[in-house]
């Protein structure tokens, strides 16, 4: 479980660090005017789009939750076996569990 969690913190940090430039634009475009504000509500109220930021949103909470993990475990806490198994788990059920509350109320 903690090789999986290890795995993940470097895949969702390395789509949020390459996918930061056009999140960039997107913010840029969607602050330009009225109009390409609403043009760019439109886009995402398109449910498929919304199921992409809901994974976008997944893997920053993901990234945060292990990130914080990680820090821990550099000033050598739960370093062992089993508390390393058990921050892994807590890692990936707070971070399940912020992107089903924060969805929620984003959808």
């Not at 439109?42 to 993990?69: E, T």
């Not at 550099?74 to 089903?100: E, F, K």
Request: glycine share 10%; net charge positive; aromatic share 10%.
């Amino acid at each position: 479980m903690p090789g999986i969690v290890s795995i993940l913190h470097r895949i969702s940090g390395a789509g949020l660090f390459l996918l930061l430039p056009f999140l960039l634009f997107l913010l840029d475009r969607s602050l330009g005017s009225a109009e390409s504000f609403e043009t760019f509500s439109a886009v995402v109220g398109n449910p498929l789009v919304k199921l992409l930021l809901l994974g976008l949103l997944w893997a920053y909470l993901h990234h945060f939750c292990a990130g914080i993990r990680f820090l821990l475990l550099d000033l050598h806490i739960g370093g062992d076996l089993q508390p390393a198994r058990n921050s892994s788990r807590i890692v990936l059920i707070v971070s399940i569990a912020l992107t089903v509350v924060i969805g929620v109320k984003l959808w």
